[in-house]
């Protein structure tokens, strides 16, 4: 619609020109169109009504009906066909219509709001402009109604999701039905940013935010007029999100680690923030968990992050093979989380048992018998199996050097024997050298006296 700035016309004295070979003669118009006597266009006035004049909250449509009349100077008053009249409201172009042969025009619009209509013609070169008088009409304010909702339901800090909701007004029924095309102010109300988004033909919005500490967004639609009720609604205000947290930096050592020893978790929590993460400054439980496969996950000690730093280091008891990784407990302000599971190798102890050469003492020449067993701690002590390697040492006495004599396997019990020719005086020894998966291990030495 557009605004209306009504001008009438004036003219000079008008006669009708025939264009005829010998001559161009001047013949006058009828007394009923012509100006008057001095020259101006001829007045005109308006009969104008609208109906109804209270109008209810579907707004219209409003009927509108009139007839344009020339004043002559003598006091006779005649139709004027043929011009163009403008309905308004002052601010908005309700229609436009012609007047027929008995100056009559008619139409109809909805209202908009309350105020005054009337008519007007810019006039012609025969006829003068001019208004009808202003008929009050008074437009009920529909009511409104502005819903709004977050998707998806935000989870944390940072979180994207939609404002969405859905703008509607109220008919003469009292039903509810969408409003499209209306500007919905969102407002952002922790950074004072506001923007305008607009209700499609369903009525629905959206609006795309990322999720701060405490979300208070305010909606609002505010109709520029007096047809509709303003609505308002609000997200947040009572909500404090969490933040994600995430363990950076985790190391596990060392690897491999001898079974029944501490294993060393070192690392830092910390928390997403809306610009990137941010340290957990206020100390968060951070529990090292253990899966022998990486799959399922069980508690073997806790610590807390630095309130400082969000750093952690503390240790946990390593007993197999498997995987370690640091968990962020969670409370109210921070979202629990995992790291990546950390690979452990474990060596398993080894010792020896019942340990002896005999016999003793022993005459020069004959024989001595070394004998033992290989134990390894796997969840308890139990005799190791075949194949172990054992070395036997020899070292004679007042000597520091002990010398290599022999490499035995273990039998499927993990006990070995091997026989010697006493020579002198002496200790035997046996180690284990240890291998991927156990440690090594040494035997008692057992002297022997030869005779």
Do not use: C
């Given at each position: 619609m557009r605004r209306d700035d009504p001008k009438a016309r004036g003219t000079s004295r008008m006669l009708a020109a025939v264009l005829v070979p010998a001559a161009l003669v001047l013949v006058p118009l009828p007394a009923s169109a012509a100006p008057d006597a001095a020259g101006d266009p001829?007045?005109?006035?308006?009969?104008?009504?609208?109906?109804?004049?209270?109008?209810?909250?579907?707004?219209?449509?409003?009927?509108?009906?009139?007839?344009?009349?020339?004043?002559e100077a003598d006091g006779a008053e005649h139709?004027?066909?043929?011009?163009?009249?403008?309905?308004?409201?002052?601010?908005?172009?309700?229609?436009?219509?012609?007047?027929?042969?008995?100056?009559?025009?008619?139409?109809?619009?909805?209202?908009?709001?309350?105020?005054?209509?009337?008519?007007?013609?810019?006039?012609?070169?025969?006829?003068?402009?001019?208004?009808?008088?202003?008929?009050?009409?008074?437009?009920?304010?529909?009511?409104?109604?502005?819903?709004?909702?977050?998707?998806?339901?935000?989870?944390?800090?940072?979180?994207t999701a939609e404002l969405a909701g859905k703008l509607e007004r109220r008919t003469s029924t009292g039903d509810y039905v969408p409003f499209g095309g209306q500007p919905v102010r969102v407002w952002e109300v922790n950074t004072g940013i506001r923007t305008n988004v607009y209700t499609k033909a369903d009525g629905t919005y959206r609006y795309a935010v990322r999720m701060p500490v405490r979300p208070l967004w305010s909606l609002s639609f505010e109709p520029d007029g007096q047809s509709f009720t303003p609505a308002y609604a609000s997200y947040g205000g009572n909500i404090t999100l969490p933040y994600r947290t995430v363990i950076q930096g985790l190391t596990v050592t060392p690897t491999p680690v001898v079974s029944g020893q501490n294993v060393t978790l070192?690392?830092?929590?910390?928390?997403?923030?809306?610009?990137?993460?941010?340290?957990?400054?206020?100390?968060?439980?951070?529990?090292?968990?253990?899966?022998?496969?990486?799959?399922?996950?069980?508690?073997?000690?806790?610590?807390?992050?630095?309130?400082?730093t969000g750093t952690f280091n503390f240790t946990a008891r390593a007993y197999q093979a498997g995987y370690w990784r640091a968990?962020?407990?969670?409370?109210?302000?921070?979202?629990?989380?995992?790291?990546?599971?950390?690979?452990?190798?474990?060596?398993?102890?080894?010792?020896?048992?019942?340990?002896?050469?005999?016999?003793?003492?022993?005459?020069?020449?004959?024989?001595?018998?070394?004998?033992?067993?290989?134990?390894?701690?796997?969840?308890?002590?139990?005799?190791?199996?075949?194949?172990?390697?054992?070395?036997?040492?020899?070292?004679?006495?007042?000597?520091?050097?002990?010398?290599?004599?022999?490499?035995?396997?273990?039998d499927s019990k993990g006990a070995f024997r091997k026989g010697f020719?006493?020579?002198?005086?002496?200790?035997?020894?046996?180690?284990?050298?240890?291998?991927?998966t156990?440690?090594?291990?040494?035997?008692?030495?057992?002297?022997?006296d030869v005779r």
């Open positions: 001829v007045p005109t006035h308006f009969e104008f009504s609208v109906a109804p004049t209270d109008v209810g909250v579907d707004h219209g449509p409003v009927t509108y009906q009139g007839r344009l009349v020339a004043d139709p004027v066909p043929g011009l163009r009249v403008v309905i308004s409201d002052g601010r908005d172009q309700w229609g436009t219509a012609t007047t027929d042969a008995e100056g009559r025009f008619a139409g109809s619009s909805p209202a908009h709001r309350t105020g005054t209509v009337y008519a007007w013609t810019q006039g012609s070169r025969e006829y003068k402009g001019g208004f009808s008088d202003k008929v009050p009409i008074t437009v009920a304010k529909a009511e409104t109604r502005l819903s709004v909702a977050p998707a998806p339901t935000p989870q944390a800090v940072g979180d070192k690392g830092t929590a910390v928390r997403q923030g809306l610009d990137g993460p941010e340290t957990l400054v206020d100390g968060t439980q951070i529990n090292a968990e253990f899966s022998p496969d990486g799959k399922t996950w069980q508690f073997a000690a806790a610590s807390i992050t630095n309130p400082d968990a962020v407990k969670g409370d109210s302000y921070s979202l629990p989380s995992v790291s990546t599971g950390q690979k452990v190798a474990v060596k398993y102890r080894t010792r020896f048992s019942a340990f002896n050469a005999a016999p003793e003492p022993v005459r020069k020449g004959k024989t001595i018998t070394v004998t033992g067993s290989l134990e390894r701690d796997m969840t308890g002590w139990k005799r190791a199996g075949a194949g172990a390697a054992i070395n036997i040492y020899f070292q004679a006495k007042g000597s520091t050097a002990r010398k290599l004599i022999t490499v035995v396997k273990t020719t006493a020579s002198k005086d002496g200790t035997y020894l046996a180690t284990y050298s240890g291998s991927t156990y440690v090594g291990s040494t035997a008692p030495g057992d002297y022997v």
